[in-house]
Each structure stands twice: as structure tokens, then as C-alpha cells.
């Protein structure tokens, strides 16, 4: 298969009457190209070839050099080349995060035994919770990246489906379970003025940080002064959200 390493014996003879054990180099061909080579030792040849594109049947040509006594030779042999199967990984770096975090993923594609290769092109399918999420492209490296928005609460499963390719067979991943988290907003309390006489009075103001992607909080904030509730309002919105509450100061600190 396309990415497998396996081993041609090549051996050369003197023609009668010479007894003579040749010496050289015997150099592999497929389709005109030079894809493996190998020095003679005692009139034989062992040579590792790999085939790393272009499935198919067809003859190898095996050229022997010669050297200074004998004269060079060629022979052919046929050899076949299939697809290979591959293996598909996706990892993420954080298989746990809050709503509105990117979930960075990692797509890995390599011929799957006995095959070495990678595949070096082709379409990766992001599914999430069965569903097709989005389509990425294989790098040279046979790796892909994606940083998956988290528009969820709860566990769902992430997977990656590789399209195949001209050297390599489709195949798809195992489920990698992510849990996304509620969001933890950023409350943010300004009082002004920050020193008031008695019976005067000071403004309060809350903001709250919503999660990135649009998501809407819902709720109530309450204001509280010590712990003493002073205002209390309506969440309700998908950007920074703030109220301000006037209160008279009755107290002295």
C-alpha cells in the first residue's frame, strides 16, 4: 500500500563463461523516476522500497550500472500499489471549558499499518453532536487545526471525518467528549463619589461582562449595600450590561 515499506532482492550473474561476481549499484524505477537504490555485495542486492504516491500496477525497472569488468542490464518486474487505510485523531487541548471559550482542536492524519505515509492534502469534516460543524483543509504535515466555538452547556462529542485523496482511503475519528461550563461573569462595581457627607448621596454602578458569541444573559443582579439589598435588577441582554442605583447616605464609616 501506498506508504509501505517493503524489500526487492535483486541478483546479478555473470553470463557464461565468466565466473565473475559483479560489483555496482542496481537502481529501482517506477514510471521513469529512481525510487530506490542499492550497492551489489557478493552479486546480490537487498533494496527497501516505498512507494509514497500514485496507486496503481505497472512494471518496476531495475537498472544494474555495471562496473569495470561487467557490462550493465536491466530487467522488469510487476508491482502493484493500492490505498492505504488511514487513522484520524482529534485532541483539543481543553477538553473542559466555559461558555463563549474557543476549543482549540488538532485533526491528525496518517496511513494507518503497515503504511508510513502521511497524507499531505485532502478535506477534514468537524462534526459535533453528530452534526456536521464546519470543513477544514489538510497541511502538508497531515495535521489540521480549528478553534471550535463552545455554544453549548452540557457534554457533546466531537469528531473528524478525512474526505480520502488520491493516495489515501477516507476514514473517521473516534467521539471526543467536550464539556462546556456556564459562564462565570466579571462584575464590576464604580461608586462615585467615593466620599459623601451624612444625608448626601452616592451613585452606584454594576456592570457585568457577557461571553463572547453573542449568548444572552438572564437573571437578576441584586445591589447590595454591607448586606443590605438596595436595588435589585432585570438581566437581559447579549452585550456589557450595567445599572446604576442612587443611594442616600445614611450611615457614617
Given at each position: 500500500?501506498i ?14 563463461p ?13 514510471s521513469?523516476?529512481v ?110 487545526t ?22 489515501y ?46 449568548f ?14 438596595i ?18 447616605a445614611?450611615?457614617i464609616?
Amino acid at each position: 500500500v501506498i506508504g509501505e515499506t517493503t524489500t526487492a532482492t535483486v541478483t546479478v550473474t555473470a553470463q557464461s563463461p565468466s565466473t565473475r561476481v559483479p560489483a555496482g549499484t542496481v537502481y529501482i524505477m517506477r514510471s521513469g523516476a529512481v525510487i530506490a537504490s542499492g550497492p551489489l555485495v557478493a552479486g546480490v542486492a537487498v533494496i527497501p522500497v516505498r512507494v509514497d504516491a500514485g496507486p496503481g500496477s505497472g512494471p518496476l525497472r531495475f537498472e544494474y550500472s555495471g562496473d569495470m569488468y561487467a557490462l550493465g542490464s536491466i530487467a522488469e518486474s510487476e508491482f502493484s500499489v493500492s490505498k492505504s487505510a488511514v487513522d484520524v485523531a482529534v485532541t483539543a487541548v481543553d477538553d473542559s471549558v466555559r461558555l463563549g471559550d474557543p476549543i482549540a482542536l488538532t485533526v491528525t492524519i496518517s496511513g494507518a499499518s503497515p503504511s508510513a505515509g502521511v497524507p499531505a492534502s485532502g478535506a477534514v469534516a468537524i462534526y459535533r453532536g453528530g452534526n456536521l460543524h464546519t470543513t477544514i483543509q489538510l497541511g502538508p504535515d497531515g495535521t489540521a487545526t480549528y478553534d471550535l466555538p463552545s455554544t453549548w452547556i452540557g457534554t457533546q462529542n466531537v469528531s473528524a471525518r478525512f474526505a480520502g485523496n488520491t493516495d489515501y482511503l477516507a476514514g473517521g475519528s473516534t467521539d471526543l467528549p467536550i464539556a462546556v461550563d456556564k459562564y462565570v461573569p466579571t462584575i464590576t462595581i464604580d461608586v462615585s463619589p467615593t466620599a459623601v457627607n451624612w444625608g448626601g448621596s452616592y451613585t452606584v454602578r454594576a456592570t457585568i461582562g457577557v461571553p463572547a458569541g453573542g449568548f444572552a444573559l438572564s437573571g437578576q443582579l441584586t445591589i447590595y449595600e454591607g448586606s443590605t439589598p438596595i436595588s435589585v435588577h432585570t438581566v437581559n441582554g447579549t452585550s456589557q450590561l450595567s445599572w446604576q442605583t442612587v443611594v442616600q447616605a445614611d450611615e457614617i464609616e
